[in-house]
């Protein structure tokens, strides 16, 4: 197998794995959605997260493309019959996200160097002291207000969650994204919402390219979602509405385990 010298990556998440796992030279290309470090907005566009422009990516001749295994099946098919080498994944846990790190340094011989950046990560993910079952607050992670979607047991983020001393809602289903209702919600009676979105006064990000959602989840305040019904909700009633940037929990990546280490802290004062 060839050494790993030109990597593109598909993915906002593996691109911040690069950069912490220092292997940002390596790395020939992303896509408009990887937007963190700075640094990586310099770097050559393959395209959008969901469209990816495959024949920029193979006039590249990358060694290695990094990709997400559903989203982009049709692509991983034709760079593989191009004879390009792709590693893709979908993480459902915190213990996969640590995996895809391990895996991307053994790709590219860097184990030695990169090892114990990852040993430490996995060390601060295990080391937040677990709660009792009946002292976790209630909480709910809204991630979409129409439909109501939560993450469910087969996503990393309800896994991040449970390790931050949440307990969250019971469901049968063990799909990553579960569209629930309001009275389902109103059932748990949640302490704590954690929710997509700003706080009163804050300017909101930028659109992502590409969306056209008259306005988007991440451009909305408290005030804008949490009213009428959800008066009845716990948490609307003591104000324990906490919009979270994206990358506090949203992205499978390093900075995963800072946002389980702020809501470990923010979840012990409930």
Not at 15 to 38: A, I, K, S
Not at 50 to 59: G, K, M, N, Y
Not at 81 to 109: H, K, Q, T, W
Not at 153 to 172: K, N, T, V
Request: proline share 8%.
């Amino acid at each position: 197998m060839r050494t790993v010298r030109r990597i593109i990556s598909l993915v906002p998440s593996t691109t911040e794995m690069l950069y912490f796992l220092g292997l940002q030279d390596r790395l020939v290309g992303v896509t408009d959605h990887c937007d963190f470090p700075e640094e990586a907005k310099k770097k050559f566009k393959v395209g959008t997260f969901a469209q990816p422009r495959l024949e920029e990516i193979i006039s590249l001749g990358p060694d290695l493309v990094l990709a997400e295994r559903a989203l982009h099946r049709k692509a991983i098919d034709e760079l593989t019959n191009a004879g390009i080498r792709v590693l893709a994944y979908s993480p459902s846990s915190v213990e996969d996200v640590l995996f895809i790190m391990n895996d991307i340094v053994r790709a590219c011989g860097t184990e030695r160097a990169a090892g114990p950046l990852i040993k430490s990560l996995g060390e601060r993910a295990r080391g937040l002291s677990p709660r009792p079952e009946g002292k976790r607050p209630r909480v709910f992670r809204l991630m979409n207000a129409e439909p109501l979607i939560t993450p469910g047991p087969g996503s990393f983020q309800y896994d991040a969650l449970r390790l931050a001393g949440a307990r969250q809602m019971d469901f049968y289903s063990r799909n990553a994204y579960v569209m629930v209702t309001f009275d389902q919600i109103k059932e748990f009676n949640p302490e704590v919402l954690l929710f997509c979105g700003v706080a009163r006064g804050q300017t909101p990000p930028p659109r992502c390219k590409g969306c056209h959602v008259s306005k988007p989840a991440c451009q909305r305040t408290a005030e804008d979602i949490f009213t009428g019904d959800w008066e009845q909700i716990e948490a609307v009633r003591e104000k324990r509405l906490h919009p979270i940037p994206c990358h506090t929990i949203c992205r499978p990546g390093p900075r995963l385990i800072d946002g389980m280490e702020l809501l470990h802290s923010s979840f012990l004062n409930i």
